[in-house]
């Protein structure tokens, strides 16, 4: 059974930094083009990053410059390092392979 468990979300001011990170089982992680979206509570679900099997990163114009994608192939594990936070990027984001969607993790940007 392929899982794909989210974490690290949480309350942050604008400015400020969260990493988020993904645990991916049930499937061969090293072999699969990994993806964060979010949704947010009024939007539907945007595209945020990608990253490739041999590590080229993709990004959405909106979060361009300020988050991170990174994969450890080693660890199962793909992550997405916040900075800049700003209140527009309040949603529950999701880590995705292609066919699945794991469990959501809020992140919510207020002062």
């Known amino acids: 059974e392929v899982q794909l468990q989210a974490s690290g979300g949480g309350l942050v001011q604008p400015g400020g930094s969260l990493r988020l990170s993904c645990v991916g089982s049930?499937?061969?992680?090293?072999?699969?083009?990994m993806s964060w979206i979010r949704q947010g509570p009024v939007e539907g679900i945007d595209w945020v990053s990608s990253?490739?099997?041999?590590?080229?990163?993709t990004y959405a114009d909106s979060v361009k410059g300020r988050f991170i994608i990174s994969r450890d192939n080693a660890k199962n594990t793909l992550y997405l390092q916040m900075n800049s936070l700003k209140p527009e990027d309040t949603a529950v984001y999701y880590c995705?392979?292609?066919?699945?969607r794991g469990q959501g993790t809020q992140v919510t940007v207020s002062s």
């Open positions: 049930g499937f061969i992680f090293s072999n699969q083009y």
């Open positions: 990253i490739t099997t041999d590590g080229t990163t």
């Open positions: 995705t392979k292609p066919g699945s």
